[in-house]
DNA sequence: ATGCAGATCGTCT
DNA sequence: GACGATCTGCATC
């Protein structure tokens, strides 16, 4: 069952936490690739300095002032790209990135794709499950609450989840140390361990 | 287990 | 012209 716009359009860290469990799902001509959601980050628009739409639009985030539950993809350091989901009000500009999977189904594609074989570094990190799940930035804006190529269907609810800092961002001097990163607790499948 | 260099290019100053 | 919401491989401890 896909996840309606109404689940994105709440606040960010909210959609952040609740996102943990719910199924991703990627359909191409090569097949379909599932991935359980276990590690996310929210990030606060105007008032979070480590987010892209921090000093208003730009060409790049022009997505995020859109409907919620729409993606924002990037490309990162020349050859990755994150995968992010709008969330909030219209004219809002916030997202939550989503940074780890636990693999589903579609396996044997996701290994491919990643060049290994090996489950737990499959999507343990928002470039790796770019990699296995086939997102670039021809599905820039793509909604993610329609039957489409890349959509999210509700998953099982975790046990217990965890908040702490999130990953790569020592830059922003105001809201380094905000605990907006989101994780199944005990997960085996997340980007990093602390 | 921890650390560092290199890859590679779109975006913003 | 500089740098990044990353990842990998290789070196060292």
């Given at each position: 069952m896909i996840i309606?716009?109404?689940?994105?359009?709440?606040?960010?860290?909210?959609?952040?936490?609740?996102?943990?469990?719910?199924?991703?799902?990627?359909?191409?001509?090569?097949?379909?690739?599932?991935?359980?959601?276990?590690?996310?980050?929210?990030?606060l628009?105007?008032?979070?300095?480590?987010?892209?739409?921090?000093?208003?639009?730009?060409?790049?985030?022009?997505?995020?002032?859109?409907?919620?539950?729409?993606?924002?993809?990037?490309?990162?350091?020349?050859?990755?790209h994150c995968l992010n989901i709008?969330?909030?009000?219209?004219?809002?500009?916030?997202?939550?990135?989503?940074?780890?999977?636990?693999?589903?189904?579609?396996?044997?594609?996701?290994?491919k794709r990643r060049g290994t074989e090996k489950l737990p570094q499959l999507c343990s990190g928002p470039g790796k499950l770019c990699r296995a799940m086939a997102v670039d930035k021809a599905l820039y804006g793509a909604d993610l609450c329609s039957d489409g190529p890349l959509r999210l269907e509700y998953g099982k609810t975790p046990a217990e989840t965890a908040a702490s800092k999130r990953i790569g961002i020592d830059y922003a001097a105001l809201c380094r140390d905000k605990l907006w990163r989101f994780t199944i607790a005990g997960n085996q499948y997340v980007s990093v361990r602390r």
């Amino acid at each position: 069952m896909i996840i309606p716009r109404e689940f994105y359009e709440r606040d960010t860290l909210t959609v952040a936490r609740e996102l943990l469990g719910q199924i991703l799902v990627r359909e191409t001509d090569e097949g379909i690739v599932r991935g359980s959601i276990v590690e996310t980050e929210g990030y606060l628009g105007l008032r979070d300095d480590a987010a892209h739409s921090y000093k208003g639009k730009s060409d790049r985030v022009r997505v995020q002032y859109g409907p919620a539950g729409a993606a924002y993809i990037y490309m990162i350091y020349g050859m990755y790209h994150c995968l992010n989901i709008t969330t909030g009000p219209e004219g809002v500009p916030e997202v939550v990135l989503i940074r780890a999977l636990e693999p589903v189904s579609g396996i044997g594609l996701m290994a491919k794709r990643r060049g290994t074989e090996k489950l737990p570094q499959l999507c343990s990190g928002p470039g790796k499950l770019c990699r296995a799940m086939a997102v670039d930035k021809a599905l820039y804006g793509a909604d993610l609450c329609s039957d489409g190529p890349l959509r999210l269907e509700y998953g099982k609810t975790p046990a217990e989840t965890a908040a702490s800092k999130r990953i790569g961002i020592d830059y922003a001097a105001l809201c380094r140390d905000k605990l907006w990163r989101f994780t199944i607790a005990g997960n085996q499948y997340v980007s990093v361990r602390r």
